[in-house]
Each structure stands twice: as C-alpha cells, then as structure tokens.
C-alpha cells in the first residue's frame, strides 16, 4: 500500500518532537514549557464554557481572542488570524504561499519543522547556516541562493516565495534586531515570517514592524509564554490583505471553543504575564550563572531555556546521565555546527536539581 503514498511524504523524516512522557515523576526540561500554573482566569473560563456546554461550532475565526489582541496591539482584528498551536500557523503560511517546487527558506539552526512543512508541500526548503555568533550571513537576505550544483532548480528558475526567522531562535535563544530584521525584510523578494514563540521572554519583539512593512508576518503562541502548551493556541499578526488570503486556507474549525475562550482570558490577564516573566528571567539567569561556572558556553538567551556547549565534557552522557535520575533535557546534534543541551526554564528547584545532577557528573564521570 505505500505505493499509494505521496513520494514526498515518503522520502521525508518527519518532525520527531521532544519526549512527552505522560506518566511518572519527571523533572520536565526539553520542551521549553513554562512550569507555572496558568492564570486562574483561563480555568474559570473553560469551566464557564463547559458549564453552557459544546455542542454548538466554534466561532471561525476566534473573534474574542481577536478583538482582545487587536485592543493590546494597536491594529484591527481583521489583522490577526487564530491557530491550534503555532505550528497550525506555520502550516497555513506555507500553504499559503508555497507551491510544489518552489522555494521556502530558513536559518540553520533552528526549528526544524520548517522543513518538513516545505517537504510535506512538495516544495524545497533552504537552510543558510547562522555565523558562529550566531548572526545572519548576507546571503539570507539575497533573492536566491541555492546549492551551485543544483542545476534543475537553477534552470527551472524557481523563486523564493517565503523566509522564516524564528525571533528569539531555538536552540540558541539569541536575537536579531529589529532594525536588521527590516532590512532583511526590504531586501527579499517575498514574505518575512518571524517566529516569536519565545518573544515574551525578550527585551523586544516585532509586532509593529508589521505596519512598517507588508511583508512582514508575526506568529506567536501561548504554549510558552502563558503556560498553555497543553491548550494549543497560536495565532499570525499580518497586514490585512494576507490576512484575508490564509482565511482561505486554514480548517474550517481550527480553534475550539475551549481554546478561544481560554486564550482570550489569558493574554487579558497582562498582571499574570509579567509576574511570570520575572520569574522565568529571574532562573534564567539562574540557571546561566551556574553553567558557566561548570565550564559551559552559553550564549545570552532572550528565550525560556539556554543552549549549553562545553570544550571538554562529552554531552550525550549528561542527557543519559540526566535522564536517568528522572531529568529530561533536550539533546541536539547538528551536523557541521555541533552537539549541546537544550535546557528549559523550570522552577528554581527543577532547575537547581538539574544543575546538581550535571556538576556531580562532571565530577565523577562514570563509564563515558
């Protein structure tokens, strides 16, 4: 039966995601959740909306969350759309605006589901390698790059039809500025999606580039920055003539009604937000100060984890070692960049915890 299938589903790996044990005791670090209990207002609202009951369709468009959001940003609902989750979002994007064959392009390293998102559409993604500091190379800015040897993509004269930036980047949790981010975007010959989920834990995002430039998009969750990874709620900022065209593409029904009602009461509690804040940049920095005094190289994080790298220590044995003793951190392996630990903000005892299983093992590394 696998004749069937799609060549390009079948060629491709597919999205692995981080471990999701849904039993046990243990201490969560690999997937950039916030620790903290969501705002009680999103619990008396879904109880609210249960209590009415779900029987009847969703709103289609999510117009509370809508308005809401257009009230806290300055611009009309008209230009927000709502998602399941931000990689719902990052679906219709590229549904939107890539066709079979054609060009997506995004930095490297970052999130890899970029790439499959362009393999599921048939098309090609390009990834440009971040500068060891983690800056752009020109050439992500130019109107086409791609392999010199690729010559069928070179005759076939394809153009780039879409950029994504993720702003603060995973796993590194550094930034582009503002100010580069809209000369990147006046120089493409296509859409800029800069992808904040991780901006509330930044000095500064890029809502307002939006008006500044058409080809701007913003896409943000509510996963990370309001403890709502279990919720899944993303929604895309744009001008609203783009808008009108992912209305198109996206399911007819891609937010329920529980999701809407509680989104909206949590991006309203803004008292919330900041409380949370605080506290998640407070360990941060935590937990920064702690590594660096283990030998790690850790790259100034504007996100709610840190990318962990280290001259001398081999890592696969910590994240085993780790993982072990009920820790789970993200292990990643680049190819051509190299191996680190992704670690998430947690509480300050998780995170304590975690940092004294790495120092004992760092102290005594047995069998590696």
């Known amino acids: 039966m696998k004749r069937h299938i799609r060549p390009e589903v079948v060629s491709m790996k597919g999205y692995v995601p981080g471990e999701q044990p849904q039993e046990g005791e243990a201490v969560k670090l690999n997937t950039n959740e916030n620790p903290y209990r969501a705002s009680e207002s999103v619990y008396e609202t879904i109880c609210a909306v249960c209590t009415k009951g779900l029987s009847r369709y969703p709103d289609p468009v999510a117009g509370a969350f809508r308005e809401e959001a257009a009230r806290q940003f300055g611009v009309s609902p008209n230009w927000i759309l709502c998602g399941n989750g931000s990689d719902d979002i990052l679906t219709i994007l590229t549904r939107t605006f890539v066709g079979h064959g054609e060009l997506l392009r995004l930095p490297s390293p970052s999130y890899i589901l970029y790439r499959s998102l362009a393999e599921i559409q048939g098309a090609r993604s390009e990834e440009v390698r971040f500068n060891d500091d983690w800056t752009l190379p020109h050439r992500f800015r130019v109107e086409f790059h791609n392999d010199p040897d690729d010559s069928a993509a070179l005759r076939a004269g394809n153009r780039l039809r879409l950029v994504f930036l993720p702003n603060p980047n995973s796993p590194s949790g550094t930034v582009i500025s503002r100010e ?91 008292e919330w937000l900041a409380r949370n804040r ?60 190299g191996d680190g630990l992704r670690i998430s903000v947690g509480t300050d005892e998780q995170t304590d915890r975690c940092v004294d299983r790495i120092e004992e093992f760092i102290a005594n590394p047995v069998g590696f």
């Open 278 to 337: 605080t506290a998640i940049l407070a360990t941060r920095e935590r937990l920064t100060r702690r590594m660096r005094a283990l030998g790690f190289s850790v790259p100034e994080s504007h996100a709610n984890f840190t990318w962990n790298t280290h001259p001398e220590v081999p890592l696969r044995p910590i994240y085993e070692y780790l993982k072990n003793n009920g820790i789970l951190v993200r292990y990643m392996d680049y190819p051509g960049w």
């Open 180 to 270: 580069e981010i809209l000369e990147i975007a006046e120089s493409l010959p296509c859409p800029l999606v800069v992808d904040e989920a991780y901006a509330t834990f930044s000095e500064f995002n890029c809502l307002d580039l939006v008006k500044k430039s058409p080809k701007i998009m913003v896409c943000r969750t509510l996963s990370k920055s309001h403890s709502l990874a279990g919720l899944r709620f993303g929604y895309v900022v744009a001008q609203p003539e783009l808008i009108e065209q992912m209305l198109k593409v996206k399911d007819s029904y891609n937010c329920d009604s529980l999701s809407i009602a509680a989104a909206t009461a949590a991006i309203a509690d803004v």
